[in-house]
């Protein structure tokens, strides 16, 4: 498994913006699809936006596209998720996931089940 360690989160205003990061620490970075999900309080863990392994193609839900940006640097294990426009309901805890082995099929990348690495989590707060 990979360890991951995320940072950025913060409270900010309806509007603003955030970027987060995630550290990974094993040499299997660059083989892993790397993901952001987030967590509000009594709802379901979602994804946010995906990435594959070479930094290529992108996935994104709905509601965060055009405002949300998955990047990632292999060089550096990191993955990152810059947030701008956002909106109260963005708040949550935002979680990192990598799979080496996940397809890139939306039904599968949305499943937690299909991420096997997961980092502790980040909170956002974004208020009106």
């Known amino acids: 498994q990979v360890q991951l360690v995320e940072s950025g989160g913060g409270l900010v205003q309806a509007g603003g913006s955030l970027r987060l990061s995630c550290v990974a620490s094993a040499r299997t970075f660059s083989t892993s699809v790397m993901a952001w999900f987030r967590q509000a309080p009594r709802k379901e863990r979602e994804l946010v936006a995906a990435?594959?392994?070479?930094?290529?193609?992108?996935y994104y839900t709905d509601s965060v596209k055009g405002r949300f940006t998955i990047s990632r640097d292999n060089a550096a294990s990191t993955v990152y998720l810059q947030m701008n426009s956002l909106k109260p309901e963005d708040t949550a805890g935002y979680y990192c996931?990598?799979?080496?082995?996940?397809?890139?099929?939306?039904?599968?990348?949305?499943?937690?089940?299909?991420?096997?690495?997961w980092g502790q989590g980040t909170q956002v707060t974004v208020s009106s």
């Open positions: 990435i594959s392994r070479g930094g290529s193609v992108t």
């Open positions: 996931a990598a799979d080496s082995n996940v397809s890139w099929r939306e039904s599968q990348l949305r499943k937690t089940s299909s991420f096997a690495s």
